[in-house]
């Protein structure tokens, strides 16, 4: 049986985008590898949410992300830079969300507060924010 790694995420405040709009990513972030981390299966409406997920023991400044660093420090399994709005969906600051993707098993804690862009509030504000200003977008 694998171990259930905890991380905490945060979001980076950048605006979301439809997976429609969005089919290449930053770096090596495609939709594929989403679906491959998460676990999950995308849809063109589904928003797109930057995120840097770490190891809580490492720190607040968020330096060590499993985006840029990868799990683990392992550079092969390196998180991409958007993941599922959807994934998160009426989750509050505090919660964890449990996924099990091709690198593993993870409870992630939902945590704004403490680390990078905590001025923009908690987690399921921020989250808020974000997709009623893409809805905004959208209509445009």
């Not at 400044?61 to 390196?78: L, P, T």
């Amino acid at each position: 049986m694998n171990d259930v790694i905890k991380a905490h995420c945060f979001i980076v405040p950048n605006a979301l985008h439809p997976v429609s709009d969005r089919k290449e990513l930053k770096f090596d972030t495609t939709c594929e590898r989403i679906e491959e981390v998460y676990n999950v299966k995308l849809e063109d409406e589904d928003l797109l949410v930057q995120l840097w997920t770490l190891d809580p023991k490492d720190g607040t400044d968020g330096g060590n992300n499993f985006e840029c660093h990868g799990v683990q420090r392992d550079r092969n399994k390196r998180f991409p830079y958007c993941g599922p709005a959807k994934l998160f969906a009426g989750k509050k600051e505090g919660d964890t969300v449990t996924f099990t993707g091709c690198y593993g098993t993870f409870e992630v804690t939902l945590r704004q507060k403490g680390y990078r862009y905590e001025r923009f509030g908690e987690f399921h504000e921020v989250l808020a924010d974000l997709v009623e200003k893409a809805a905004t977008y959208a209509k445009a």
